[in-house]
């Protein structure tokens, strides 16, 4: 039986704010922004990413203090390019620390405006060998279109 881990919780104090920061500067797709009488929750996604984070004001969302979150890892092909794309779109993204040359270890980090905290993993293979096809990418985005 295949597990996948496809949305992960992030604890936040003002949705709009939040969404803001990690679609436009974080560089997120917006998937869903749904408000009703009930609940207003959002859903954003990396691109090239089989997981989303979702943020939001129902009861298993508050279930966490605002910034409680610390460590979700995101991983690129380049480091270097993704801290400069970041920073270029006003993020605090930290320093560059190499833990090992091997592929893997360089590593980065930074904050969303509540103080959840993210890893950036740098795995150059994944330039040549991304978890999800491009072509599946693809397929996928004109399927929901249809």
């Known amino acids: 039986m295949d597990w996948t881990l496809e949305v992960v919780v992030v604890p936040v104090g003002d949705l709009d704010r939040s969404i803001a920061f990690y679609r436009d500067q974080v560089g997120f797709e917006l998937d869903h922004d749904t ?30 203090a605002p910034g409680s979150l610390h460590g979700v890892q995101l991983v690129v092909a380049d480091a270097e390019a993704a801290r400069a794309e970041l920073i270029g779109r006003g993020v605090d993204a930290g320093p560059i620390t190499v833990f090992s040359e091997q ?19 740098q795995i150059r293979a994944r330039a040549d060998r991304p978890l999800i096809p491009h072509d599946a990418r693809q397929r996928f985005g004109a399927e929901q279109e249809a």
């Open 103 to 121: 592929d893997g270890g360089t590593f980065f980090g930074f904050a969303d405006p509540d103080g959840n905290t993210w890893a950036v993993q």
């Open 35 to 64: 408000v009703n009488e009930h609940m207003h929750v959002a859903q954003l996604t990396p691109r090239g990413s089989g997981c989303s984070i979702v943020i939001g004001n129902l009861p298993s969302q508050n279930a966490m």
